[in-house]
């Protein structure tokens, strides 16, 4: 699948992807009551290393004309490329997005030698069926 809008995430573009983010995470099972000014936060702890060495060739985002559809941004935890965040806009859910941009980072761990992607998901989070889908498989949650 093509992936529409296909460009790397920059920093300008935080506020719009907490705007895309916190709406798509109210009411799950991992909502903790987050706001649009922490999500920023937690964004630019993670481009600082916050969630492991950030991978910015790897922060993706899909978009059109109305803006961020999806995003993906990854980073290299305990030695492997490690995706911190998957997050697609309400309205374009179920389109694909989320798995054309996991296929793409893959794609782009593969060209740089690195056969391991990772990510943790909440038990409960309706996302698993589709990371089982992509070939991701249940391991031990690794110690903090």
Known sequence: M???GLRALRD???EALAEVHLPALRGTVD??????????EDYR???AGDWGVPLRDRWLVAEDEQGILAAVLTT???GTP???LVVTRLDAQRRGLASALIAEV????LARGEPELSLIVTRGNPALGLYERLG???????EE
């Open 82 to 84: 490690f995706i911190a």
């Open 2 to 4: 093509p992936i529409p």
């Open 12 to 14: 300008d573009d935080f």
């Open 106 to 109: 893959a794609a782009r761990c």
């Open 45 to 47: 702890g993670g481009a």
């Open 76 to 78: 290299n935890w305990r």
């Open 136 to 142: 991701f498989v249940e391991v031990d949650r690794p």
């Open 31 to 40: 909502d903790e009551g987050d706001t649009l000014e922490g999500l920023v």
